[in-house]
């Protein structure tokens, strides 16, 4: 019995985790004021479309309808900035903190370039993550703010009947966030993430062992290194006090990657994007800075 809900809790857990992390990247600090409630619940409904792992030419989509929470504690906080942080170090221009992530899983059988290799399963990444304020003190609310994240994750994958450590990332992701643009309750982001990964994560995605090997798809000892570089674009809009409407794309380029001669990594360039909306249904009476 345990083996069959846990898969189940698994994927609603990931939909969060998704969705979450969607509407952190673009909600806006300027829709809601220098001050937000401590905490928050509601719904998020979200449609994402992107390749099957990174690198590959085919493409799945995902439709995901969860519950959401939000707290702003001052070291436990969910979904606001991030999928889950525990906060380590929190100042004014700079902050250290626990973060998380996850990705979904990819069938080899709907992906002719794997045809015949082993399924990719989910994965999930946890590791620290420093924040840094690049715009000073000083920056006014309403003015556009720069900031540098630099995260290294550990990841993990599972198919639900184990769990294995597949290596590291460390993917820094500088930002721009505009509040207020292009209107009064709107906000615009705009990152640039290049990340580079051991040589078990990408030996996870590009390696093609000789059992493996066809014509078009010659043996590969995949390394680690760069990976490549990901360009994000994020508008959130505040469409009633309690309904915010976000929607997000991303372009990444694998020109340098370390394994650009693997069979498996078919694409120069690769998009992805996710539409979604939230509705906040309960918060507190308390209100915090926003952080």
């Known amino acids: 019995m345990a083996k069959s809900v846990a898969p189940v809790v698994f994927i609603r857990a ?17 829709a809601t004021g220098p001050l937000k409630p401590l905490w928050e619940v ?28 939000v ?16 906060v380590a170090l929190d100042k004014k221009n700079y902050e250290l ?67 294995k450590h597949q290596g590291y990332i460390f993917h820094p992701r500088l930002s721009y966030r505009h509040p207020a643009w292009p209107a009064q309750g709107s906000a615009l982001t705009l990152s640039v993430a290049p ?7 990408l030996d996870y995605f590009y390696q093609v062992n000789p059992e493996f090997a066809s014509a078009g798809r010659p043996a590969y000892d995949a390394k680690g290194g760069y990976v490549g570089t990901t360009v994000s674009l994020g508008l959130a809009y505040e469409a009633t006090r309690n309904i915010r409407v976000f929607v997000g794309g991303n372009v990444s380029l694998y020109q340098g990657s370390a394994n650009r001669a693997s069979a498996l990594l078919q694409e120069n360039m690769t ?21």
């Not at 990340?195 to 994560?201: K, P, Q, T, V």
């Open 97 to 163: 903190d626990v973060s998380l992530n996850a990705s979904f899983n990819a069938s080899s059988a709907d992906d002719d370039a794997r045809s015949g290799m082993p399924d990719l399963d989910y994965l999930f990444e946890v590791g620290p993550q420093l924040k840094i304020n690049l715009s000073g003190d000083d920056n006014a609310a309403s003015d556009g703010k720069f900031a540098l994240d630099l995260q290294a994750r550990g990841v993990f994958a599972t198919d639900f009947s184990y769990i």
């Open 71 to 86: 707290y702003r504690g001052d070291t436990w906080r969910i979904g606001d900035g991030a999928v889950a942080r525990v």
């Open 271 to 291: 998009y992805a994007w996710g539409i979604g909306l939230s509705w906040r249904a309960y918060q507190s009476e308390q209100q915090v800075a926003g952080r």
């Open 14 to 30: 990931l939909a969060l985790v998704l969705c979450s992390s969607l509407y952190a990247q673009a909600e806006s600090d300027g």
């Open 42 to 69: 509601g719904g998020i409904g979200a449609v994402f479309n992107g390749p099957q792992y990174p690198g590959g030419s085919s493409r799945h989509s995902n439709f995901l309808a969860v519950p959401y929470g």
């Open 195 to 201: 990340s580079w990964g051991s040589e078990a994560l």
